[in-house]
């Protein structure tokens, strides 16, 4: 059954097609000034299979946020997904090769984190929500198959254009 095209690029890819984890580029904009904005899709679960728990997103979120700027002043976003199985990354002008090496980087660190920052209640808006061992659990299984980040699709003959890691979305 066929589906209506949608505005926003994520609902126009076929979730039962893809083969998590994995990167891809969601969306890219060139600013009136020049700048490029690109949108990653960092899935770690399969959708519809399986999904982190909240305290692990939550922690990702505060870890990932707070460790990849020490990396970059070219981070505009990280924030999760509603369906608790990925995250989008929002970068200023780093293309995909930079950005994997960025986020290889930053689940590095966050492996060898001892606290999950601003997990309080001062600094955020649910302090006791948080788990960084499900966080690093999960970060671990994410990047134990790096090897994967950069297939999206999981059937063989799928074009650049519905899931490589530099698919340029439709308009």
Known sequence: MSQP??????????HTAVSAPYVRVADR????????????????????????????????????AE????????????????CQTGFYALMLGVETPQFLELLEATCRDLLEATE???ANEVQCGWG??????AAQQAVRAFVE????????????????????ADAQPAT
Request: hydrophobic content about 40%; proline content about 4%; charged content about 25%.
């Open 128 to 133: 006791a929500n948080h788990s960084l061992a």
């Open 116 to 118: 999950v920052p601003a």
């Open 145 to 164: 198959r790096r090897d994967q980040w950069e297939a999206v699709m999981a059937r063989a003959g799928t074009d650049s254009a519905s899931g490589s």
């Open 67 to 82: 460790l990849m700027r020490a990396h970059t002043d070219r981070l505009i976003d990280f924030s999760p997904m509603g």
């Open 29 to 64: 904009k060139e600013l009136p000034g020049g700048d490029v904005l690109i949108k990653y899709d960092v899935r770690l679960c399969q959708p519809n299979r399986e999904h982190l728990e909240m305290k692990a997103v939550h922690s990702i979120e505060h870890l990932s």
């Open 5 to 14: 095209r949608m505005r926003v690029e994520s609902f126009n890819l076929d």
